[in-house]
């Protein structure tokens, strides 16, 4: 009787830790394979982890991580598409992803400020030829027009 005793109690401490081991290992598992997703650029993965301990507060802490890598993800979405208006503003001095991309677009601005400059200088300047061209042309035919008067007197008004 005792030796069934001690067996049902060994099955039942068996029982209990493979518990204990899925309940352990389950939310472990799901951040590995959070931690995946995010690692091969899908931002959209689902973190459902709901504890208090130490793998709850990484689950909170993955989740953190996956929203910032989504806002610049999508800040970087709008910069490739020209909006060079989006402002990414860094986390910490230590944040050197949006410190990069902070630099890249006002690098960006600076070059797109020197070609509009560019344009707006050659236009003046291509204007300022097609000017002197008329001035050039009007000259000309005033010329010619007084040349023709010369060479056939009449009334030319």
Sequence with gaps: ML??????????????????????????????AAATCISAG?????????????????????IGM?????ETAQAAG????????????ARSDRDVLRHAFA???GQLR????????????AAQEEMGASCRSLTHTATELQRLVAQFRTVTPGDYT
Aim: hydrophobic fraction near 50%.
């Design 103 to 105: 630099t890249m677009t």
């Design 3 to 32: 030796l069934w005793l001690g067996a049902a109690a060994l099955a039942l401490v068996g029982i209990w830790l493979a518990f204990v081991a899925v309940w352990l290992t389950r939310p472990i598992r799901q951040l590995e």
């Design 42 to 62: 899908d931002l959209d993965v689902k973190i459902d982890v709901r504890t208090d301990d130490e793998i709850g507060r990484t689950a909170q802490a993955f």
């Design 78 to 89: 709008r910069i490739a598409g020209g909006d060079l208006t989006a402002d990414i503003e």
């Design 66 to 70: 996956r929203s910032y890598l989504q």
């Design 110 to 121: 600076g070059v797109v400020g020197q070609i509009t400059e560019a344009a707006q200088t």
